[in-house]
């Protein structure tokens, strides 16, 4: 059992940034693939970018490539995500989540264990 804690989020202005992190308890996040999903109002819960165990493989969706980054700390069983230049369509409720295996990154469906979410709200 992995439990996951998100931390971060807050209110910006567009084009400001904000470093989401989340830490994990109960087992080693090293053994895992992580990936941050978010939830905006009325919408299903998304993608935005995920890597594997090793770090080797990365997923980022297209709206966001380049403008944020996805990292992990397996000594500090945790997961950054890094996000410059905000936009308004950033805004959201970001999770955290975590499974085995290193493939099919961005499938939501494979994620066994999950955090509560932190907003981010990103104003113009």
């Known amino acids: 059992q992995v439990q996951l804690v998100e931390t971060g989020g807050g209110l910006v202005q567009a084009g400001g940034s904000l470093r989401l992190s989340c830490a994990a308890s109960?087992?080693?996040?090293?053994?895992?693939?992580v990936g941050w999903f978010r939830q905006a109002p009325e919408k299903e819960r998304e993608p935005v970018a995920a890597?594997?165990?090793?770090?080797?493989?990365?997923y980022y969706r297209n709206s966001v490539k380049g403008r944020f980054t996805i990292s992990r700390d397996n000594n500090k069983s945790s997961t950054y995500l890094q996000m410059n230049n905000l936009k308004s369509e950033d805004t959201a409720v970001y999770y955290c989540a975590a499974k085995r295996g290193y493939q099919r990154l961005a499938n939501r469906d494979e994620y066994d264990y999950w955090g509560q979410g932190t907003q981010v709200t990103v104003s113009s």
């Open positions: 109960g087992r080693s996040l090293s053994d895992y693939t």
């Open positions: 890597i594997s165990e090793s770090g080797r493989s990365t």
